[in-house]
Structure formats: structure tokens, C-alpha cells
């Protein structure tokens, strides 16, 4: 299986269980605390297998440039929570970087 693929599927889990975190109120909601253990387990399982095919690096700083950027946009979506022009020129920059890094992978 394509191992970025399953990176991306490891990010969705890991956004959703995220997003499911804050609904959790301090893990004292059953449903979405269901959701947040299964999602970060998910997720690092998936994380890690796709670390078998790809250099720690580059998964690593997909993930986090991902999943940050995913976190917010949720964020934003589901909570109403504020995104600035700040905040988007942040996300542009990590997005860019994350893209330097993956493209490098390749050289040595």
C-alpha cells in the first residue's frame, strides 16, 4: 500500500480524535472520549507503519505540518474558533516547509 496514503489516514485519525478532544470536556463524555482513544490509537499505528517505508523526517514533519494545519481548519469549522490572516500566513509557511522537507527525501 502506498505509504503516504497511509500516513494521510494516520492524520485524519489523528485530526479527528483532536477535534473529538475538546467535545470530550476533559474525557468526561463517553462518545467523544470513545472517539479520541480510538482515533490517537488509530493513528499511531497507522503513523508507524507508514514510518517502514518513509524516513522518520519526512513523516514526521508531514504529520505535525498536516495535522496542525488540519486542527485549525477544524477548529475553525466545527467550534468557531478565529483564524486570522496571521494565522493563515503561519499555515502557508509550515505547508511550504513541510514540502521542502518531502521533496528532499529523495536526495542524499
Do not use: F
Request: aromatic share 6%; hydrophobic share 55%.
Amino acid at each position: 500500500m502506498n505509504p503516504y496514503l497511509i500516513l494521510g489516514l494516520a492524520i485524519g485519525a489523528e485530526v479527528t480524535a483532536t477535534l473529538a478532544l475538546k467535545a470530550a470536556e476533559g474525557l468526561t463524555r463517553p462518545g467523544p472520549t470513545v472517539i479520541v482513544a480510538l482515533g490517537y490509537g488509530t493513528a499511531l499505528w497507522l503513523m508507524s507503519t507508514s514510518m517502514d517505508m518513509l524516513p522518520i523526517g519526512v513523516v514526521y514533519a508531514i504529520w505535525s505540518g498536516i495535522g496542525m494545519i488540519g486542527a485549525a481548519l477544524g477548529g475553525a469549522w466545527l467550534y468557531g474558533e478565529a483564524i486570522n490572516p496571521t494565522m493563515l500566513a503561519g499555515i502557508g509557511v509550515i505547508a511550504l516547509g513541510v514540502t521542502i522537507l518531502a521533496a528532499g527525501q529523495g536526495q542524499h
